[in-house]
């Protein structure tokens, strides 16, 4: 292995109070899709040991977990409504924090982007009556998406009520707090946006209209775990599977301001770069924005270096860095980070991305015995 100067980032190695939550260093495992749970979203031991191996970030931010049968539209995509599901989720909390690892579980709801073939036939819920672009996943192939009903005001406070639902049940199997995922099209998103929330009522309109669903979220949540262990995804930079805006900073900053007026315990944005997962941007960032109105610790994402996660840090731009792809086939990545090693590259993504089994996604090994 390769060895670079390690003082280089020192500053990711402080660590960083997250809210309620006490993280080791300012590196936290971004959360990922990986499709490997049993038959009816259940949570096994192959995910925890995935997990167990990358318990050096600060935080692990867990995949995005489903809280409801009508939210959940991937194959093999883990829940969290059901006893079995939780009960399953309690291997990786004990497996991580048996290694002295943080992780919070990332609550997701995909709204028009369910497939009708997840739901028994029956068109998928969102903000309103739209369709997403592109295909979605399935358990029989890619098939085109189609068009949502709008949520009605008693479907809006029911599925707030499953997000509490799931809430409560990770915090029963020892989670370390919840992550609402506000971001990438999914359904919260397609409220904030305007070109998927064609609203005339209370949750459409004006950027305060478009935030109230997600305020109404976060409220149950911290109805359940107190503001500072609840925290929120957001990725304010353009399209992202068919949610637009064209006044990004209007929506965003009202975003900024609900996580301020409940002081929830930090925010994370994904601003992917040009060849990010889910689409290419050419428009402004807004994490400076949100700095200027949220209090709390900033959390950015996506595409970055050691030294540029370093250099973002020491700005003061962010307080932390969450890494996605690398700790795929990094498993110990913070430790890669602190000597200066070189990164393994990720060899079978995107093939192993969400394939079953351990090939691609638990085999990768740690620095030691790389370097053996």
């Known amino acids: 292995m390769k060895l670079m100067e390690a003082a280089l980032h020192e500053a990711l190695f402080q660590p960083i109070q997250l809210g309620a939550i006490a993280a080791k260093n300012r590196i936290l495992m971004a959360p990922l899709t990986r499709g490997r749970s049993d038959p009816g ?9 995935y997990y167990r191996q990358r318990s050096d970030a600060g935080l692990i931010i867990s995949e995005a977990t489903g809280i409801t049968v009508e939210g959940s539209g991937w194959p093999a995509a883990p829940g969290a409504w059901s006893d079995v599901q939780t009960e399953g989720w309690k291997l990786t909390t004990d497996a991580v924090h048996g290694e002295d690892g943080k992780i919070i579980m ?56 499953d997000y509490v ?18 971001a990438n099209g999914y359904l919260v998103d397609q409220f904030l946006r305007s070109s998927s929330n064609l609203r005339t ?9 478009r935030t109230r669903f997600m305020r109404e979220v976060l409220e149950g949540l911290i109805g359940v775990w107190g503001a500072d262990r609840v925290s929120i995804r957001l990725s304010p930079n353009g399209e992202t599977q068919g949610c637009d805006d064209p006044d990004p900073a209007s929506i965003f900053g009202a975003a900024a301001k609900v996580c301020e007026d409940l002081k929830i315990g930090f925010v994370e944005l994904r601003q992917p770069g040009p060849n990010g997962t889910f689409g290419a941007t050419d428009v402004p960032q807004q994490d400076a924005l949100i700095r200027s109105i949220y209090s709390g610790p900033l959390v950015l994402n996506s595409d970055y270096t050691a030294a540029e996660a370093e250099a973002d840090v020491v700005s003061g731009r962010c307080d932390a860095i969450s890494f996605g792809r690398p700790y795929i086939s990094n498993p110990d990545l913070a430790t890669r980070i602190k000597a200066g ?32």
């Not at 979203?41 to 040991?49: F, G, K, R, V």
């Not at 009522?201 to 209209?209: A, Q």
């Not at 093939?351 to 090994?365: A, I, Q, R």
């Open 41 to 49: 979203m259940i949570p096994n031991a192959l995910i925890a040991e």
């Open 106 to 161: 990332q609550l997701w709801h995909m709204g028009r982007l369910v497939h009708p073939d997840f739901l028994g036939g029956e068109a998928p819920v969102s903000a309103s009556a739209t369709t997403a672009p592109d295909h979605a996943h399935t358990p029989t192939g890619r098939k085109p998406h189609e068009q949502a009903r709008e949520a009605s005001k008693a479907d809006i406070a029911r599925i707030v009520s």
């Open 165 to 182: 639902h799931a809430a409560t049940n990770a915090k029963a199997v020892g989670f370390d707090g919840v992550q609402l995922h506000g």
């Open 201 to 209: 009522d209370e949750y459409g309109g004006s950027p305060e209209n």
């Open 341 to 372: 090693a070189e990164w393994a590259p990720n060899v079978n993504v995107p093939k192993s991305w969400y394939l079953p089994g351990p090939e691609g996604y638990t085999d990768y090994p740690a620095l030691e015995a790389a370097s053996a």
